[in-house]
T-cell receptor
Framework: DAKTTQPTSMDCAEGRAANLPCNHSTISGNEYVYWYRQIHSQGPQYIIHGLKNNETNEMASLIITEDRKSSTLILPHATLRDTAVYYCIVRALDGGSQGNLIFGKGTKLSVKP | DTAVSQTPKYLVTQMGNDKSIKCEQNLGHDTMYWYKQDSKKFLKIMFSYNNKELIINETVPNRFSPKSPDKAHLNLHINSLELGDSAVYFC???????????????FGNGTRLTVT
């Protein structure tokens, strides 16, 4: 079962920042927070991941709270092509099945003109 | 160049048939996976595999079997297809045995299987 909780859906105006929250209150010390997205009819696409520090790459920023019980994915300037289902996943460093990505229901982000 | 490619993109077949879906990755990864996405859009892992270890999700029927001729390929064989097998199947790959190298998974674009 997924160990994260996300809102079912969100809307965002084109050009504005999209802030997608995720709760992972039972996260363990050896688990990273991963974000993926799935655009319609495509495979999941890796966005970013982090352990406890905030992370930024060319796609997004990841803000993780100090207690690591929640995080926020930020798309700084959302475009229509960012419309997708966004998945927040916790994933262990250890080998074996604990390292597999377990997808929840995700957040359907709709970017509107 | 497609990093993780699956063939075919669409597969329509009748109940009881045996079919295979092929997956190839050119990323040099040594771990590959199969995921199933059902009609409700839930993505569930079926297998993870490298040259040392096959980890099977216990809910996967034994009619499904992964076959890896080399570390760049992981094919999915399905015997005696059933209506409930209709879904989109995604292949993925990463570095390291599952997660110990903390390597993101790269996914293919899926194979839509329809069993009639």
């Amino acid at each position: 079962d997924a160990k994260t909780t996300q809102p079912t859906s969100m809307d965002c105006a084109e050009g504005r920042a999209a802030n997608l929250p995720c709760n992972h209150s039972t996260i363990s010390g050896n688990e990273y927070v991963y974000w993926y997205r799935q655009i319609h009819s495509q495979g999941p696409q890796y966005i970013i991941h982090g352990l406890k520090n905030n992370e930024t790459n060319e796609m997004a920023s990841l803000i993780i709270t100090e207690d690591r019980k929640s995080s926020t994915l930020i798309l700084p300037h959302a475009t229509l092509r960012d419309t997708a289902v966004y998945y927040c996943i916790v994933r262990a460093l250890d080998g074996g099945s604990q390292g597999n990505l377990i997808f929840g229901k995700g957040t359907k982000l709709s970017v509107k003109p | 160049d497609t990093a993780v490619s699956q063939t075919p993109k669409y597969l329509v077949t009748q109940m009881g048939n045996d079919k295979s879906i092929k997956c190839e990755q050119n990323l040099g990864h040594d771990t590959m996976y199969w995921y199933k996405q059902d009609s409700k859009k839930f993505l569930k892992i079926m297998f993870s595999y490298n040259n040392k270890e096959l980890i099977i999700n216990e809910t996967v029927p034994n009619r499904f079997s992964p076959k890896s001729p080399d570390k760049a390929h992981l094919n999915l064989h399905i015997n005696s297809l059933e209506l409930g097998d209709s879904a989109v199947y995604f292949c993925a790959s990463s570095y390291g045995p599952t997660a110990s190298y903390n390597s993101p998974l790269h996914f293919g674009n899926g194979t839509r299987l329809t069993v009639t």
